[in-house]
């Protein structure tokens, strides 16, 4: 199949092999540089660069690339830079986007000095005639069943936007060093955000002041159900995980994951955690407050437990539970780059085995530690 070269306005119908090179295409003008209608199809733009004229990031306009109404589709390799967002899916299924870079891309112009802040920086996350037409990397809209894998989004004012989007997976990207967000969620349910680096999404932060703007690693707001998030880079941002719920006539998310892994003081020291007791017991009643349902793991036959540490742990398991926690259990395994990433399996022992049993036939412990004895 002969490459063919990328041009201004080009739509791909059919599959096709694109020249290699960079292209330094658009980001002048409101419109797409390239749009794709492609389904059922494998199309690889490794080496592809689509760059936008302008340097200014707040001049930046249009799309780099947009798909829209795909089905089935798996595209790899792309560069996207300098337009107001880089990568944009419209009404897609089962789209998959495998090692593209949309970094660099639109950033409105911000007031603030080093030596003065001005307010007017604050982002907007409530009102969606305005975030929504804020520059970001990857943008997808109303979409089901879309996988963003191993992408990059990074050095500009937004990462990664779900605009009512369904059973989306972004696993394994880069979204860091944005002025807002990493990934933000908005009207989407039953999505997975796991296993991202979403660090250091900030702005309004300077020797003379500090003020996170709302930037956070992860946004999710109005009427987000049912979410997987786990295992992300937050930190260093403005907040680590912002979530808010449309207290009008919809609720966001009713449910919040607390890991308090242990109800021992000394075990949690052990474990390097950074939080006590204490601030497990209270970032549950803080969560009841507000009125959701805070879930908390607690994991069982971690190295060097002893009796007085497992009692104190149940203590606790019956102290949240009464203030209306959900408690799941889980069996210690070790995980790489962990204080006990060399220790061995653990093994809950009978007194616990029999406590925890209880609990659960009174549906106030939930969990597989049974099954996660190795």
């Not at 936007?161 to 967000?181: R, Y």
């Not at 049912?226 to 979530?243: E, S, T």
């Amino acid at each position: 199949m002969k490459a063919i070269k990328l041009a201004y306005g080009q739509t791909i119908t059919a599959q096709v092999a694109v020249e290699p090179g960079v292209y330094p295409l658009g980001g002048d003008k409101a419109g797409p540089v390239l749009t794709i209608t492609l389904s059922d199809a494998f199309l690889d733009l490794s080496g592809v660069a689509l760059i936008g004229v302008h340097h200014e990031p707040h001049r930046f306009k249009g799309v780099g690339i947009l798909l829209k109404g795909c089905k089935g589709l798996r595209l790899s390799g792309v560069t996207a830079a300098r337009y107001h967002r880089g990568i944009v899916l419209e009404d897609c299924e089962d789209v998959t986007l495998v090692d593209c870079h949309a970094d660099h891309n639109g950033c409105h112009r911000f007031y603030s000095t080093e030596e003065k802040y001005d307010k007017r920086d604050f982002l907007n996350i409530f009102e969606y005639k305005v975030w929504s037409k804020y520059g970001a990397g990857i943008y997808l809209s109303r979409c089901k069943r879309c996988t963003i894998h191993r992408a990059s989004a990074c050095n500009q004012l937004n990462g990664i936007i779900l605009d009512q989007c369904d059973e989306c997976l972004v696993q394994g990207c880069e979204c860091t060093d944005n002025l807002g967000w990493g990934v933000r969620l908005y009207r989407s349910s039953h999505n997975r955000i796991v296993g991202n680096d979403l660090s250091h999404c900030i702005s309004g932060e300077t020797p003379h002041y500090s003020v996170g703007n709302d930037s956070t690693g992860i946004c999710i707001c109005h009427a987000c159900h049912f979410n997987v998030i786990a295992d992300n880079d937050l930190r260093y941002g403005g907040d680590g995980f912002f979530l808010t719920a449309d207290l009008g006539t919809e609720q966001s998310n009713d449910n919040l994951i607390i890991g308090a892994q242990s109800g021992s003081q000394r075990i949690l020291d052990a474990c390097r955690r950074g939080h006590s007791v204490a601030d497990v017991v209270y970032a549950v009643r803080l969560t009841r407050q507000h009125g959701l349902t805070p879930v908390v793991d607690f994991i069982f036959g971690l190295p060097g437990e002893c009796e007085e540490d497992e009692r104190a742990t149940l203590e606790l398991i019956h102290e949240l539970a009464d203030l209306g926690a959900s408690i799941r259990g889980h069996t210690f395994t070790p995980l790489p780059q962990t204080p006990f990433a060399g220790a061995p399996a653990g093994r809950v022992s009978p007194k616990v085995r029999a406590v925890l049993g209880q609990l659960h036939r009174e549906g106030r412990v939930t969990g597989l530690w049974w099954r996660q004895e190795r």
